[in-house]
């Protein structure tokens, strides 16, 4: 069974760097398309960047596009989110997934089926 501890995480001040990572244990993710996702405080959860399983395409949402970026090491069986210039607003849990097909590209948050417990990010002003 799958599991995915998210790390990273913590109260910093706008225009600040953070880098969050995702450690997968029980089985390889090699073959696993990734996400994260963010849940701020009485919103929906919200599919932030993705990553296919070969690595080689990557999605974001308009909101963070320019700003954080989704990678992987499969050696390791981490997937990471590099958010750079953070601002108030990106302050939620953030959550990685695993999509629960092999050699997905661009999964739809239906299509995750395995997450780990969240990271709180908190962006003061």
């Known amino acids: 069974q799958l599991q995915l501890v998210e790390s990273g995480g913590g109260l910093v001040q706008a225009g600040d760097s953070l880098r969050l990572s995702c450690a997968a244990s029980?089985?390889?993710?090699?073959?696993?398309?990734m996400g994260w996702f963010r849940q701020a405080p009485g919103k929906e959860r919200e599919l932030v960047a993705t990553?296919?399983?070969?690595?080689?395409?990557?999605d974001y949402v308009d909101s963070v596009k320019g700003r954080f970026t989704i990678s992987r090491d499969n050696a390791k069986n981490t997937v990471n989110l590099q958010m750079n210039s953070l601002k108030p607003e990106d302050t939620a849990i953030y959550y990685c997934a695993a999509d629960s097909r092999q050699f997905g590209t661009i999964p739809r948050e239906i299509d995750f089926g395995s997450w780990g417990q969240g990271t709180q990010v908190t962006v003061s002003s």
């Open positions: 990553i296919s399983w070969s690595g080689r395409r990557t």
């Open positions: 029980g089985r390889t993710i090699t073959l696993y398309a």
